[in-house]
Antibody
Framework: EVQLVESGGGLVQPGGSLRLSCSAS????????MYWVRQAPGKGLEIISA????????YHAGSVRGRFTISRDNSKNTLDLQMSSLRPEDTALYYC???????????????WGQGALVTVSS | DIQMTQSPSSLSASVGDRVTITCRAS??????LNWYQQKPGEAPKLLIY???TLRSGVPSRFSGSGSGTDFTLTISSLQPEDFASYYC?????????FGGGTKVEI
């Protein structure tokens, strides 16, 4: 059974930093691209970061580029998102997501974690 | 950036109704289009990928069609558990991938 468990969410002041982690199990982690998708309260979905199976290829949405960094450790089956210079508009539920197809870079978002809530407020 | 426009943003329907949701891309995305269902308090679930391929385990009352710029998600006979929000997502690029969503209400 595929499991994706996010951790590291919480309340942070504007300008602060936070690191989200996702622990993956139930599949061959190193074979799949992984994503962070966020959803602000009552709003829609946004792919904010993505990383290819080997970790070489990455993507960051314009809204977070230069502030967020995605990384993965294929030896530990973990996905991370380092967030800095946080803004109130970054307040959202952050989902760790697995792609459907091995080696794919056209996101088909098959399995989702339950999300980590990040609140940016003073 | 590709813009994804979903319509309607909400709809009211009854159990047994046939429901159609449309998604339009601002440029051709071939068949790089996926559909998700999200219930309150839950993570989204992939229903259909590559415009028309039903994910394993998804009821056959769900179907998808289209290519290029115009796509539809159809629920042939709405069931109580189908009342939820639905999102289209283009997988042609990463940027601005999702439509704005459609809330299906009773």
């Amino acid at each position: 059974e595929v499991q994706l468990v996010e951790s590291g969410g919480g309340l942070v002041q504007p300008g602060g930093s936070l690191r989200l982690s996702c622990s993956a199990s139930g599949f061959t982690f190193r074979n799949y691209a992984m994503y962070w998708v966020r959803q602000a309260p009552g709003k829609g979905l946004e792919i904010i970061s993505a990383i290819g199976d080997s970790g070489v290829t990455t993507y960051h949405a314009g809204s977070v580029r230069g502030r967020f960094t995605i990384s993965r450790d294929n030896s530990k089956n973990t996905l991370d998102l380092q967030m800095s210079s946080l803004r109130p508009e970054d307040t959202a539920l952050y989902y760790c997501v697995k792609d459907l197809v091995p080696g794919n870079w056209n996101p088909m978002l098959e399995y989702w974690g339950q999300g980590a809530l990040v609140t940016v407020s003073s | 950036d590709i813009q994804m426009t979903q319509s309607p943003s909400s709809l009211s329907a009854s159990v047994g109704d046939r429901v159609t949701i449309t998604c339009r891309a601002s440029q051709s995305i071939d068949k790089y289009l996926n559909w998700y269902q999200q219930k309150p308090g839950e993570a989204p679930k992939l229903l259909i990928y590559a415009a028309s391929t039903l994910r394993s385990g998804v009821p056959s009352r769900f179907s998808g069609s289209g290519s290029g710029t115009d796509f539809t998600l159809t629920i042939s006979s709405l069931q109580p558990e189908d009342f939820a929000s639905y999102y289209c997502q283009q997988s042609y690029t990463m940027s601005r991938a999702f439509g704005g969503g459609t809330k299906v209400e009773i």
